[in-house]
């Protein structure tokens, strides 16, 4: 099994920047796609960016040009830089471990982590 840990959520003004970590631990394996979802209330989950094996990235049109996801294969971790953030970026953020992000192969993995709360608001 893959254990997920998220870290870096919080409250920051509109405008502002937040890094979001995921560290994965247990029976990795390979190295896997990642990616970082987001669900806020009332609304489904849905892809921000994600990160296969290989480096490429998928991003979300709304977050394009402000959010950066990269990863660390040596520390199992994947990171996301946000910036320029907006109201609506607030949700709670998740990371997924073992998906792919291609045009023509794209899903999420298996295993979810417990989720951060990003709230945006002055």
């Known amino acids: 099994q893959v254990q997920l840990v998220e870290s870096g959520g919080g409250l920051v003004q509109p405008g502002g920047s937040l890094r979001l970590s995921c560290a994965a631990s247990?029976?990795?394996?390979?190295?896997?796609?990642m990616g970082w979802y987001r669900q806020a209330p009332g609304k489904r989950r849905e892809l921000v960016a994600a990160?296969?094996?290989?480096?490429?990235?998928k991003y979300s049109d709304t977050v394009k040009g402000r959010f950066t996801i990269s990863r660390d294969n040596a520390k199992n971790t994947v990171y996301l830089q946000m910036n320029s953030l907006k109201p609506e970026d607030t949700a709670v953020y998740y990371c997924n471990w073992g998906g792919r992000y291609y045009s023509t192969l794209n899903y999420a993995g298996p295993t979810w982590g417990q989720g951060t709360q990003v709230t945006v608001s002055s």
């Open positions: 990160i296969n094996s290989d480096g490429s990235t």
């Open positions: 247990g029976s990795i394996g390979a190295i896997n796609g």
